[in-house]
């Protein structure tokens, strides 16, 4: 997937990396709710009677990929404990480092490589073998060649940074889970996603500044600068679906997932973890799933931090491909 573009899509041809998307989204309505005690997805995972890794963040991993599943653990476990101790949060997550054939018999929905999140409980799913999930990623040819000499500065290749810019995918997605585990309801679509990012941004500021040298590697993906068909929050919220499977290249979903990312830096900046807090009182549990609206969604949160009506001016304000 085009960096944090298309996670979503269900056609591999371009996406890269990113981080974020998911489908998640889609499928986080209400009826997610009153859950089995197992999901579906959980008992898929379960089935394939893989070795696990205990802990906060069991994982369970295809054979011959300890060494994957022990990194993943860490990473995203740490997040999860991060949480756990910021925001008191407790929930039932776990992850499955998988290679394609495990893959597809866990998820119909998600192309092979493409970090995602779902189920009640919820279950994270990764993969195991980048270099078989290679078409998700943004070849070095199309990206900024001002961020590409910034990743071999380090020392580092493109295809190798594009590899471990999945890890920021993996902390969106369990930025989704943490979320909804806190009592948030977002009351858009494009909130929800926001709100994942911002929850894996959080992490990576206070506890992973190492990894603060993916996001350029993602952003480069989601093409900011590329005139897009669409560019208003109205329309990602009313053409979601079409957004996120489109396959014609375009990126469109990236683009929004690229400058949905700015906006969180911005408020990242100014108001730290506190910020869900705040959030979580203007759009409590008890409300429904992506029922706000833009208008009344963008007043609540104008009333929080100042600039988010602006911001989303600003954006319909991009010129637009016909
Ligand atoms: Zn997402």
């Not at 585990?181 to 929800?192: D, E, F, K, Q, S």
Request: glycine residues 8%.
């Amino acid at each position: 997937m085009n960096t944090l573009e298309t996670f979503c899509t269900g056609t591999l041809t371009c996406f890269l990396i990113a981080a974020s998307v998911c489908f998640s989204a889609s499928v986080t309505t209400e009826t997610k709710v009153e859950e089995a005690p197992q999901s579906l997805r959980f008992d898929a995972l379960k089935s394939l009677g893989d070795p696990s890794l205990p802990g906060t963040l069991p994982t369970y991993f295809s054979p011959h990929y300890r060494a994957q599943a022990l990194a993943e653990q860490r990473l995203l476990g740490g997040e999860v404990d991060y949480y756990r101790k910021e925001l008191g949060i407790r929930m039932d997550l776990s992850l499955g480092v998988l290679d394609r054939t495990q893959w597809t018999k866990v998820t119909a929905d998600y192309p092979y490589g493409m970090p995602n999140e779902d189920g009640h409980p919820y279950v994270i799913l990764f993969p195991a073998n980048l270099g078989d999930a290679r078409e998700m990623m943004q070849a070095e040819r199309d990206v900024d060649p001002a961020v590409v000499r910034a990743v071999k500065s380090r020392g580092s290749t493109w295809d190798s940074a594009a590899a471990k810019s999945f890890n920021m995918i993996g902390l969106h997605e369990v930025g989704h889970a943490i979320l909804e585990a806190y009592g948030i309801v977002p009351g858009t679509r494009w909130l929800n996603e926001f709100l994942a990012t911002y929850i894996a941004y959080a992490y990576v500021e206070s506890r992973r500044p190492d990894l603060r040298w993916l996001w350029p590697v993602i952003q480069a993906g989601n093409q900011l600068d590329r005139p897009q068909k669409h560019v208003s929050l109205d329309d990602f919220e009313s053409m979601y679906m079409a957004l996120v499977t489109d396959d014609s290249g375009d990126n469109n979903y990236g683009w929004y997932q690229g400058q949905i990312f700015e906006q969180v830096k911005k408020v990242y900046q100014q108001h730290g973890l506190a910020f869900l807090k705040l959030v979580r009182a203007e759009f409590p549990a008890d409300s429904q799933w992506f029922a706000l609206g833009n208008q009344k969604t963008l007043e609540k949160l104008e009333r929080i931090s100042p600039g988010f009506i602006g911001w989303s001016r600003k954006l319909e304000a991009n010129s637009r491909r016909k």
